[in-house]
Protein backbone atom coordinates (compact mmCIF):
# COMPACT_ATOMS: atom_id res chain seq x y z
CA UNK A 1 0.00 0.00 0.00
CA UNK A 2 1.15 3.43 -0.78
CA UNK A 3 1.60 6.00 1.86
CA UNK A 4 -0.83 8.39 1.59
CA UNK A 5 -0.05 12.15 1.21
CA UNK A 6 0.50 13.47 4.60
CA UNK A 7 0.19 17.40 3.64
CA UNK A 8 -2.03 19.95 4.38
CA UNK A 9 -1.95 24.10 3.73
CA UNK A 10 -1.13 25.79 6.28
CA UNK A 11 -4.00 27.34 8.51
CA UNK A 12 -4.68 30.84 9.34
CA UNK A 13 -5.66 32.42 12.40
CA UNK A 14 -7.56 35.39 11.62
CA UNK A 15 -8.14 36.61 15.11
CA UNK A 16 -5.42 37.00 17.82
CA UNK A 17 -4.63 39.42 20.58
CA UNK A 18 -1.22 38.03 21.38
CA UNK A 19 -0.43 40.08 25.14
CA UNK A 20 -3.61 37.89 26.40
CA UNK A 21 -1.57 34.89 26.40
CA UNK A 22 0.22 35.68 29.34
CA UNK A 23 -2.75 35.64 31.21
CA UNK A 24 -4.17 32.38 29.80
CA UNK A 25 -5.42 30.43 32.84
CA UNK A 26 -5.22 33.16 35.26
CA UNK A 27 -8.50 34.33 35.14
CA UNK A 28 -10.33 30.99 35.88
CA UNK A 29 -11.45 32.00 39.43
CA UNK A 30 -14.94 32.87 40.99
CA UNK A 31 -14.09 36.78 42.17
CA UNK A 32 -17.63 38.48 41.63
CA UNK A 33 -21.55 37.46 42.73
CA UNK A 34 -21.56 37.36 38.78
CA UNK A 35 -18.54 36.74 36.88
CA UNK A 36 -19.28 37.48 33.34
CA UNK A 37 -17.23 38.78 30.19
CA UNK A 38 -17.27 42.11 31.45
CA UNK A 39 -15.60 41.50 35.00
CA UNK A 40 -12.81 39.61 33.13
CA UNK A 41 -12.32 42.59 30.75
CA UNK A 42 -11.28 44.55 33.92
CA UNK A 43 -8.96 41.40 34.62
CA UNK A 44 -7.68 41.69 31.18
CA UNK A 45 -7.23 45.30 31.33
CA UNK A 46 -5.45 45.15 34.84
CA UNK A 47 -2.76 42.88 32.88
CA UNK A 48 -2.61 44.94 29.81
CA UNK A 49 -1.61 48.24 31.82
CA UNK A 50 1.22 45.95 32.61
CA UNK A 51 3.07 44.95 28.88
CA UNK A 52 5.56 47.03 27.88
CA UNK A 53 7.14 46.41 24.20
CA UNK A 54 9.60 44.41 25.38
CA UNK A 55 7.14 42.12 26.86
CA UNK A 56 5.09 42.45 24.07
CA UNK A 57 7.49 41.16 21.99
CA UNK A 58 8.59 38.18 24.19
CA UNK A 59 5.06 37.26 24.78
CA UNK A 60 3.73 37.58 21.13
CA UNK A 61 7.48 35.39 19.80
CA UNK A 62 6.62 32.72 22.48
CA UNK A 63 2.98 32.93 20.98
CA UNK A 64 3.84 32.65 17.29
CA UNK A 65 6.60 29.80 17.98
CA UNK A 66 3.19 27.95 19.45
CA UNK A 67 0.98 29.06 16.83
CA UNK A 68 3.56 27.47 14.27
CA UNK A 69 3.93 24.22 16.03
CA UNK A 70 0.46 24.45 15.99
CA UNK A 71 0.07 24.85 12.00
CA UNK A 72 -0.96 27.97 12.14
CA UNK A 73 0.96 29.76 8.95
CA UNK A 74 -0.60 33.25 9.06
CA UNK A 75 -1.90 35.24 11.96
CA UNK A 76 -3.99 38.19 12.08
CA UNK A 77 -3.36 40.34 14.84
CA UNK A 78 -6.44 42.75 16.19
CA UNK A 79 -3.46 45.10 17.89
CA UNK A 80 -5.07 47.73 19.99
CA UNK A 81 -2.34 47.90 22.98
CA UNK A 82 -0.53 51.04 21.21
CA UNK A 83 0.51 54.10 23.83
CA UNK A 84 1.91 53.81 27.74
CA UNK A 85 0.01 53.35 29.84
CA UNK A 86 -2.10 56.61 30.51
CA UNK A 87 -2.47 57.10 26.76
CA UNK A 88 1.15 59.28 25.88
CA UNK A 89 2.39 57.45 23.04
CA UNK A 90 6.11 56.06 23.05
CA UNK A 91 8.63 57.84 21.13
CA UNK A 92 8.13 55.57 18.32
CA UNK A 93 4.20 55.82 18.05
CA UNK A 94 4.48 52.34 16.37
CA UNK A 95 6.80 51.17 18.74
CA UNK A 96 3.97 48.24 20.51
CA UNK A 97 3.32 47.97 16.46
CA UNK A 98 6.78 47.03 16.14
CA UNK A 99 7.50 44.40 18.69
CA UNK A 100 4.72 42.26 16.84
CA UNK A 101 6.13 42.53 13.46
CA UNK A 102 9.58 41.56 15.17
CA UNK A 103 8.32 38.48 17.14
CA UNK A 104 6.68 37.60 13.60
CA UNK A 105 9.96 37.84 11.60
CA UNK A 106 11.64 36.85 14.11
CA UNK A 107 9.48 33.60 14.60
CA UNK A 108 9.05 33.43 10.81
CA UNK A 109 5.25 33.37 10.69
CA UNK A 110 3.15 35.06 8.20
CA UNK A 111 1.52 38.67 9.85
CA UNK A 112 -1.26 40.09 9.03
CA UNK A 113 -1.26 43.30 11.73
CA UNK A 114 -4.22 44.77 11.84
CA UNK A 115 -3.69 48.11 14.18
CA UNK A 116 -7.09 48.90 15.95
CA UNK A 117 -8.81 52.05 16.17
CA UNK A 118 -10.43 52.86 19.63
CA UNK A 119 -11.75 55.92 20.84
CA UNK A 120 -15.11 55.95 22.89
CA UNK A 121 -15.82 53.85 26.08
CA UNK A 122 -19.42 52.93 24.89
CA UNK A 123 -22.16 53.11 22.36
CA UNK A 124 -22.87 56.34 23.91
CA UNK A 125 -19.81 57.69 23.27
CA UNK A 126 -18.21 58.00 26.92
CA UNK A 127 -14.90 58.96 26.84
CA UNK A 128 -12.10 56.36 27.18
CA UNK A 129 -11.66 54.67 30.82
CA UNK A 130 -8.47 55.45 32.34
CA UNK A 131 -7.29 51.65 31.28
CA UNK A 132 -8.31 51.82 28.16
CA UNK A 133 -6.93 55.36 27.28
CA UNK A 134 -3.64 53.55 26.28
CA UNK A 135 -5.78 51.79 23.45
CA UNK A 136 -7.00 55.42 21.65
CA UNK A 137 -6.26 57.36 18.83
CA UNK A 138 -8.11 60.41 17.02
CA UNK A 139 -8.56 59.46 13.76
CA UNK A 140 -5.91 61.34 12.05
CA UNK A 141 -3.02 60.23 14.03
CA UNK A 142 -4.48 56.56 13.54
CA UNK A 143 -4.03 57.26 9.91
CA UNK A 144 -0.72 58.05 10.23
CA UNK A 145 0.10 54.98 12.14
CA UNK A 146 -1.44 53.25 9.29
CA UNK A 147 0.29 54.33 7.05
CA UNK A 148 3.88 54.89 8.42
CA UNK A 149 3.51 51.12 8.88
CA UNK A 150 2.09 50.44 5.69
CA UNK A 151 5.74 51.14 4.59
CA UNK A 152 7.09 48.63 6.18
CA UNK A 153 4.69 45.80 4.26
CA UNK A 154 6.38 42.71 2.61
CA UNK A 155 5.45 39.29 0.98
CA UNK A 156 5.22 38.17 4.34
CA UNK A 157 3.48 41.26 6.09
CA UNK A 158 0.01 42.86 5.24
CA UNK A 159 -1.33 45.90 7.12
CA UNK A 160 -4.91 45.58 7.22
CA UNK A 161 -7.56 48.39 9.33
CA UNK A 162 -9.77 47.45 12.36
CA UNK A 163 -12.17 49.04 14.10
CA UNK A 164 -12.25 47.77 17.66
CA UNK A 165 -15.86 47.40 17.91
CA UNK A 166 -18.97 49.87 17.07
CA UNK A 167 -18.85 50.73 20.88
CA UNK A 168 -15.51 51.91 20.50
CA UNK A 169 -15.59 53.70 16.95
CA UNK A 170 -18.30 56.82 16.38
CA UNK A 171 -20.27 56.28 12.92
CA UNK A 172 -18.62 59.40 11.44
CA UNK A 173 -14.82 58.01 12.02
CA UNK A 174 -15.53 54.91 10.61
CA UNK A 175 -16.76 56.71 7.69
CA UNK A 176 -13.61 58.65 7.77
CA UNK A 177 -11.21 56.01 8.11
CA UNK A 178 -12.75 54.26 5.59
CA UNK A 179 -13.01 57.00 2.74
CA UNK A 180 -8.92 57.56 3.32
CA UNK A 181 -8.56 53.72 2.45
CA UNK A 182 -11.24 54.13 -0.50
CA UNK A 183 -11.73 50.97 -2.63
CA UNK A 184 -8.36 49.54 -1.45
CA UNK A 185 -8.05 45.32 -0.86
CA UNK A 186 -7.10 46.51 2.53
CA UNK A 187 -8.43 44.34 5.46
CA UNK A 188 -10.80 45.44 7.51
CA UNK A 189 -12.01 43.87 10.83
CA UNK A 190 -14.22 44.44 13.73
CA UNK A 191 -15.60 42.71 16.84
CA UNK A 192 -19.21 42.09 16.39
CA UNK A 193 -22.29 41.19 18.35
CA UNK A 194 -20.35 39.11 20.78
CA UNK A 195 -22.18 39.33 24.10
CA UNK A 196 -26.09 40.39 24.58
CA UNK A 197 -24.92 43.39 26.51
CA UNK A 198 -23.63 44.46 23.17
CA UNK A 199 -26.81 44.11 21.29
CA UNK A 200 -29.03 45.60 24.03
CA UNK A 201 -27.00 48.66 24.00
CA UNK A 202 -27.09 49.09 19.85
CA UNK A 203 -30.90 48.87 20.38
CA UNK A 204 -31.65 51.25 22.52
CA UNK A 205 -29.09 53.95 20.97
CA UNK A 206 -29.01 53.02 17.41
CA UNK A 207 -32.62 51.34 16.88
CA UNK A 208 -31.21 48.28 15.53
CA UNK A 209 -29.02 45.38 16.20
CA UNK A 210 -25.13 46.16 15.46
CA UNK A 211 -24.96 43.71 12.44
CA UNK A 212 -27.88 44.51 10.92
CA UNK A 213 -26.39 48.31 11.40
CA UNK A 214 -23.25 47.53 10.24
CA UNK A 215 -24.84 45.93 7.05
CA UNK A 216 -27.10 48.86 6.56
CA UNK A 217 -24.74 51.84 7.33
CA UNK A 218 -20.83 50.46 5.99
CA UNK A 219 -19.84 48.97 2.61
CA UNK A 220 -19.03 45.33 4.48
CA UNK A 221 -18.06 43.35 1.38
CA UNK A 222 -15.57 40.74 0.88
CA UNK A 223 -12.73 42.83 2.46
CA UNK A 224 -14.56 42.57 5.67
CA UNK A 225 -14.33 40.15 8.62
CA UNK A 226 -16.83 40.62 11.41
CA UNK A 227 -15.66 38.70 14.34
CA UNK A 228 -17.41 36.73 16.82
CA UNK A 229 -21.14 37.59 15.32
CA UNK A 230 -21.86 35.40 17.66
CA UNK A 231 -25.79 36.85 18.34
CA UNK A 232 -27.07 37.10 14.47
CA UNK A 233 -29.98 36.51 13.48
CA UNK A 234 -31.47 35.10 9.97
CA UNK A 235 -31.61 38.05 7.95
CA UNK A 236 -28.33 39.08 9.54
CA UNK A 237 -26.72 36.03 8.87
CA UNK A 238 -27.79 36.18 4.93
CA UNK A 239 -26.90 39.83 4.68
CA UNK A 240 -23.22 38.79 5.73
CA UNK A 241 -23.32 35.88 3.46
CA UNK A 242 -24.65 38.15 0.30
CA UNK A 243 -21.94 40.42 1.27
CA UNK A 244 -18.87 37.73 0.90
CA UNK A 245 -17.64 39.00 4.21
CA UNK A 246 -15.81 36.04 6.69
CA UNK A 247 -17.28 35.81 10.29
CA UNK A 248 -14.01 34.87 12.47
CA UNK A 249 -15.37 32.27 14.98
CA UNK A 250 -13.23 31.42 18.06
CA UNK A 251 -14.74 28.46 19.77
CA UNK A 252 -12.43 28.19 22.39
CA UNK A 253 -12.50 32.20 23.77
CA UNK A 254 -15.89 32.15 23.04
CA UNK A 255 -16.84 29.39 25.00
CA UNK A 256 -14.36 30.32 27.54
CA UNK A 257 -15.76 34.26 28.05
CA UNK A 258 -19.15 32.52 27.68
CA UNK A 259 -20.31 34.05 24.74
CA UNK A 260 -22.64 31.80 22.83
CA UNK A 261 -23.01 29.83 19.75
CA UNK A 262 -22.75 31.00 16.34
CA UNK A 263 -25.59 29.08 13.82
CA UNK A 264 -23.10 27.37 11.91
CA UNK A 265 -25.26 25.29 9.51
CA UNK A 266 -27.44 27.95 8.93
CA UNK A 267 -24.69 30.21 7.91
CA UNK A 268 -23.35 27.05 5.96
CA UNK A 269 -26.63 27.11 4.13
CA UNK A 270 -26.47 30.31 3.05
CA UNK A 271 -22.91 29.70 1.61
CA UNK A 272 -21.52 31.87 4.32
CA UNK A 273 -17.69 32.60 4.78
CA UNK A 274 -15.71 31.88 8.00
CA UNK A 275 -12.20 31.31 9.63
CA UNK A 276 -10.94 30.74 12.72
CA UNK A 277 -9.09 32.51 15.55
CA UNK A 278 -7.10 31.56 18.72
CA UNK A 279 -8.47 35.33 20.20
CA UNK A 280 -7.41 34.90 23.83
CA UNK A 281 -4.84 32.32 23.09
CA UNK A 282 -6.23 30.13 26.25
CA UNK A 283 -5.67 27.51 23.71
CA UNK A 284 -2.84 27.85 20.65
CA UNK A 285 -4.74 24.40 18.64
CA UNK A 286 -6.46 25.11 14.99
CA UNK A 287 -7.34 21.24 16.07
CA UNK A 288 -9.29 22.36 19.04
CA UNK A 289 -10.73 25.38 17.49
CA UNK A 290 -12.49 23.14 14.68
CA UNK A 291 -13.39 20.59 17.16
CA UNK A 292 -14.89 23.21 19.04
CA UNK A 293 -16.58 24.62 16.40
CA UNK A 294 -18.42 21.34 15.48
CA UNK A 295 -19.09 19.84 19.35
CA UNK A 296 -20.93 23.33 20.38
CA UNK A 297 -22.94 22.81 16.96
CA UNK A 298 -23.76 19.21 18.30
CA UNK A 299 -24.09 19.86 21.96
CA UNK A 300 -26.92 22.40 20.77
CA UNK A 301 -28.39 20.23 18.17
CA UNK A 302 -28.35 16.93 19.80
CA UNK A 303 -27.23 15.66 16.37
CA UNK A 304 -24.22 14.91 14.78
CA UNK A 305 -22.30 16.19 11.43
CA UNK A 306 -23.16 19.80 11.71
CA UNK A 307 -19.97 21.53 10.00
CA UNK A 308 -20.52 19.92 6.14
CA UNK A 309 -21.91 21.21 2.99
CA UNK A 310 -23.07 19.53 0.53
CA UNK A 311 -20.39 18.86 -1.52
CA UNK A 312 -18.07 17.63 1.49
CA UNK A 313 -19.40 15.13 3.92
CA UNK A 314 -16.57 14.95 5.83
CA UNK A 315 -16.80 17.40 8.83
CA UNK A 316 -12.59 17.49 9.82
CA UNK A 317 -11.70 18.37 5.55
CA UNK A 318 -15.01 20.85 5.17
CA UNK A 319 -14.43 22.79 8.62
CA UNK A 320 -10.48 23.01 7.32
CA UNK A 321 -10.99 23.67 3.99
CA UNK A 322 -13.69 26.34 4.83
CA UNK A 323 -11.55 28.11 7.58
CA UNK A 324 -8.36 27.67 5.22
CA UNK A 325 -10.22 29.78 1.86
CA UNK A 326 -12.15 31.83 4.58
CA UNK A 327 -8.89 32.35 6.48
CA UNK A 328 -6.57 33.43 3.15
CA UNK A 329 -9.57 36.01 2.53
CA UNK A 330 -9.92 37.36 5.89
CA UNK A 331 -5.51 37.97 6.20
CA UNK A 332 -5.54 39.89 2.48
CA UNK A 333 -2.46 37.40 1.98
CA UNK A 334 -2.10 35.61 -1.41
CA UNK A 335 -2.63 31.79 -0.76
CA UNK A 336 0.92 30.57 -1.21
CA UNK A 337 1.41 26.57 -2.24
CA UNK A 338 4.19 26.61 -0.04
CA UNK A 339 2.77 27.53 3.39
CA UNK A 340 1.54 23.38 4.19
CA UNK A 341 1.65 21.30 7.42
CA UNK A 342 3.15 17.81 6.83
CA UNK A 343 1.52 15.02 9.25
CA UNK A 344 3.69 12.78 10.94
CA UNK A 345 3.27 9.21 9.29
CA UNK A 346 4.59 7.39 12.54
CA UNK A 347 1.96 8.55 15.01
CA UNK A 348 -0.32 6.18 15.82
CA UNK A 349 -3.92 8.18 15.36
CA UNK A 350 -2.82 7.96 12.05
CA UNK A 351 -1.93 4.55 11.02
CA UNK A 352 -3.75 3.33 7.93
CA UNK A 353 -4.65 6.96 6.88
CA UNK A 354 -5.83 7.34 3.35
CA UNK A 355 -6.56 10.71 1.67
CA UNK A 356 -9.99 10.20 2.66
CA UNK A 357 -9.94 10.70 6.54
CA UNK A 358 -7.21 12.30 6.97
CA UNK A 359 -8.91 15.65 7.75
CA UNK A 360 -11.28 13.59 10.04
CA UNK A 361 -8.60 11.83 11.86
CA UNK A 362 -6.39 15.00 12.25
CA UNK A 363 -9.35 16.70 13.70
CA UNK A 364 -10.86 14.34 15.50
CA UNK A 365 -8.57 11.90 16.59
CA UNK A 366 -6.73 12.68 19.66
CA UNK A 367 -4.51 14.88 21.62
CA UNK A 368 -1.05 14.41 20.94
CA UNK A 369 -0.08 16.72 18.03
CA UNK A 370 0.23 15.10 14.40
CA UNK A 371 2.16 17.80 12.79
CA UNK A 372 5.52 17.41 12.00
CA UNK A 373 6.47 19.84 9.79
CA UNK A 374 5.48 23.04 9.18
CA UNK A 375 6.54 25.57 5.66
CA UNK A 376 5.63 29.29 5.29
CA UNK A 377 6.56 30.75 2.40
CA UNK A 378 9.05 27.76 1.37
CA UNK A 379 10.51 27.70 4.57
CA UNK A 380 10.84 25.32 6.98
CA UNK A 381 9.31 26.94 10.12
CA UNK A 382 8.73 23.39 12.23
CA UNK A 383 10.76 20.73 12.11
CA UNK A 384 10.31 17.46 13.94
CA UNK A 385 7.72 18.91 15.42
CA UNK A 386 9.32 21.89 17.00
CA UNK A 387 10.25 25.30 16.18
CA UNK A 388 14.29 25.29 15.85
CA UNK A 389 14.38 28.89 18.31
CA UNK A 390 11.64 27.42 21.19
CA UNK A 391 13.95 26.72 24.00
CA UNK A 392 15.69 30.14 23.56
CA UNK A 393 12.32 32.09 22.64
CA UNK A 394 10.52 30.55 25.84
CA UNK A 395 13.80 31.26 28.05
CA UNK A 396 12.83 34.78 27.05
CA UNK A 397 9.17 34.23 27.57
CA UNK A 398 10.18 32.58 30.95
CA UNK A 399 12.09 35.60 32.43
CA UNK A 400 9.35 38.18 31.56
CA UNK A 401 6.30 36.74 32.61
CA UNK A 402 8.07 36.10 35.50
CA UNK A 403 8.33 39.85 35.96
CA UNK A 404 4.77 40.38 34.72
CA UNK A 405 3.68 38.38 37.33
CA UNK A 406 6.18 39.71 40.35
CA UNK A 407 3.62 42.88 39.44
CA UNK A 408 0.44 41.40 40.52
C1 LIG B 1 -10.64 42.44 23.37
N1 LIG B 1 -11.73 40.34 23.49
O1 LIG B 1 -10.63 43.54 22.80
O2 LIG B 1 -9.60 41.91 23.75
C2 LIG B 1 -11.96 41.76 23.57
C3 LIG B 1 -12.57 42.14 24.89
C4 LIG B 1 -14.08 44.11 24.45
C5 LIG B 1 -12.73 39.48 23.22
N2 LIG B 1 -13.89 39.93 23.00
C6 LIG B 1 -12.83 43.58 25.08
N3 LIG B 1 -12.50 38.21 23.17
O3 LIG B 1 -14.70 43.45 23.62
O4 LIG B 1 -14.44 45.23 24.81
ZN1 LIG C 1 -10.92 39.89 20.01
Known amino acids: MHAPDLQLPGMPNIHSHAFQRAMAGLAERHKNPTDSF ?5 QMYR ?9 QYDIAAQLYVEMLEAGYTCVCEFHYLHHQPGGQPYADPAAMSHALI ?3 RDTGIRL ?3 PVLYMTGGFDGRPLSERQRRFGHEVEDYLDLVSLLQREEDDRLKIGIAFHSLRAVPELSMREVLDEIGKDRTPIH ?4 EQLAEVDECKALRGCRPIEWLLANMPVDDRWTL ?9 EANGVAERKAIVALCPTTEANLGDGLFPLREFFDLDGRIGIGSDSNVSVSAVEELRWLEYGQRLITHERAIGITIAEPSV ?3 LFEQTVAGGLQSCGQPAQAEDRIVLDPDAPALFGATRDDLHDRFVFGGNRSLIREVHVGGKVAVRDGRHPR ?14 LLAQA
Not at 38 to 42: Q, Y
Not at 227 to 235: D, G, L, R
Open 112 to 114: TLL
Open 190 to 193: IHIA
Open 316 to 318: GRC
Open 227 to 235: VHATHITPA
Open 47 to 55: FAGRITPEA
Open 102 to 104: RAA
Open 390 to 403: RDEIAAAYRKTLTH
Open 38 to 42: WTWRE
